[in-house]
């Protein structure tokens, strides 16, 4: 069973940055690509942005791109978001998922908070 522990979210004013990591259980990290998704009050989850196992393939949601790089560290079985030029709609809760096939995500982790005051 992988468990997923997300940290590195707080409060930030807008213009901020913030850096969000996953850590992941397991010896198989690679074998997984990673999504960071976000869900403000009152909204449906969304994709913010994945990475391939590799680390070569990446995407980002129209939203926050150019202003979020997720990046995977596998020797450390990590994955980073980092969150540049934060804005008020950028609050909400983070998670990271793992998906054993494809980009099917099946293991989630419990989120952290990242509130971004205008």
């Known amino acids: 069973q992988v468990q997923l522990v997300e940290s590195g979210g707080g409060l930030v004013q807008a213009g901020g940055s913030l850096r969000l990591s996953c850590a992941a259980s397991?010896?198989?990290?690679?074998?997984?690509?990673v999504g960071w998704f976000r869900q403000a009050p009152g909204k449906e989850r969304e994709l913010v942005a994945q990475?391939?196992?590799?680390?070569?393939?990446?995407y980002y949601a129209d939203s926050v791109k150019g202003r979020f790089t997720i990046s995977r560290d596998n020797a450390k079985n990590t994955v980073y978001l980092q969150m540049d030029s934060l804005k008020p709609e950028d609050t909400a809760v983070y998670s990271c998922a793992l998906a054993r096939i494809g980009y099917e995500y099946n293991y989630w982790g419990q989120g952290t908070q990242v509130t971004v005051s205008s």
């Open positions: 990475i391939s196992r590799s680390g070569g393939s990446t």
């Open positions: 397991g010896r198989t990290f690679s074998s997984y690509a």
